[in-house]
C-alpha cells in the first residue's frame, strides 16, 4: 500500500497566487512526522517545513505553511504568494517507525510551475 | 559549515565494475542516509546509520554496502554494477531521527 500519496504531477499556477499541493499518508504509528522539500532543476533537495504528528497547531514557514488534517490524514503545504523560484518538483515525506526501524518515505512529488 | 558534501558529481560505470560513492557531513549529526532517486520519482532510502558503528537498512538495499567508522563518513559501496543502478544518490545527514535532514547535492551514475 502506498504510505506517502501525491496525486498532482503536475501544477500550473500564476505568480503572486497561493498554491496548495497536496499529500496523504498512511500509517498507523501513533507517532510520525510529515516533511516537505522542494527540488528545484538543479537537482538539490531543500527542507522546507516539518509536522509532528502530536503538534497541535499546523507547521508554518515564512510563505509555506502546512494544513495538517489528522483525521483525513492529509497534509497539505500551502504556498502563499508565489514566486517565479517557486518552480520546481515538492516531495512530501513521512517518518514513522515500523519494527523499530525509523525511516523516512517519500511521495512521487509534485511539479510545481509558477506563470509569469 | 560545508554541510553534506558528496563525491563525484557524476559517474559511469561499465556492468560489473565496483565503486564506493563518498558522503561526509562537518554538522556532527549523528543520523545519516543514502537515498536513490530514479527519474521522475521520489527518493527511496538504500541505507542508514544511527551513529559510528551502526547501519540499518532502508527499503532498497540490495547491490549495496555501507559502513560508518567515523561521525563524519558514511560511504555506499556498489560492488557488481548492474543498469538497475543508474539512478541520482543522495546522501543525507541530520540531529535526530525526527529532525529535517540535510541533502548533499548528488551524485549522477550511469551503469551501461
Known amino acids: 500500500a502506498q504510505k506517502i500519496t501525491q496525486t498532482q504531477p503536475g501544477m500550473f499556477v500564476q505568480e503572486k497566487e497561493a498554491v496548495t499541493l497536496d499529500c496523504t499518508y498512511d500509517?498507523?504509528?501513533?507517532?510520525?512526522?510529515l516533511f516537505w522539500y522542494k527540488q528545484p532543476s538543479s537537482g538539490e533537495m531543500i527542507f522546507l517545513i516539518y509536522?509532528?504528528?502530536?503538534?497541535?497547531q499546523n507547521a508554518t514557514e515564512g510563505r509555506y505553511s502546512l494544513n495538517f488534517q489528522k483525521a483525513r490524514k492529509s497534509a497539505n503545504l500551502v504556498i502563499s504568494a508565489s514566486q517565479l523560484g517557486d518552480s520546481a518538483m515538492y516531495f512530501c515525506a513521512m517518518r514513522d517507525a515500523n519494527f523499530g526501524n525509523e525511516k523516512l518515505t517519500f511521495g512521487t512529488g509534485t511539479r510545481l510551475t509558477i506563470i509569469p | 559549515n560545508a554541510g553534506v558534501t558528496q563525491t563525484p558529481k557524476f559517474r559511469i560505470l561499465k556492468i560489473g565494475q565496483s565503486m564506493t560513492l563518498q558522503c561526509t557531513q562537518d554538522?556532527?549529526?549523528?543520523?545519516m542516509y543514502w537515498y536513490r532517486q530514479d527519474p521522475g520519482m521520489g527518493l527511496k532510502l538504500i541505507y542508514y546509520s544511527v551513529g559510528a558503528g551502526i547501519t540499518d537498512k532502508g527499503e532498497v538495499p540490495n547491490g549495496y554496502n555501507v559502513s560508518r567508522s567515523t561521525t563524519e563518513d558514511f560511504p555506499l559501496r556498489l560492488e557488481l554494477a548492474a543498469p538497475s543502478q543508474t539512478s541520482v544518490y543522495f546522501c543525507?545527514?541530520?540531529?535526530?531521527?525526527?529532525?529535517?535532514?540535510?541533502f548533499g547535492p548528488g551524485t549522477r551514475l550511469t551503469v551501461t
Open positions: 509536522q509532528g504528528s502530536y503538534d497541535q
Open positions: 554538522m556532527n549529526h549523528n543520523y
Open positions: 543525507a545527514s541530520s540531529y535526530s531521527i525526527s529532525g529535517e535532514q540535510y
Open positions: 500509517t498507523s504509528d501513533p507517532s510520525y512526522g
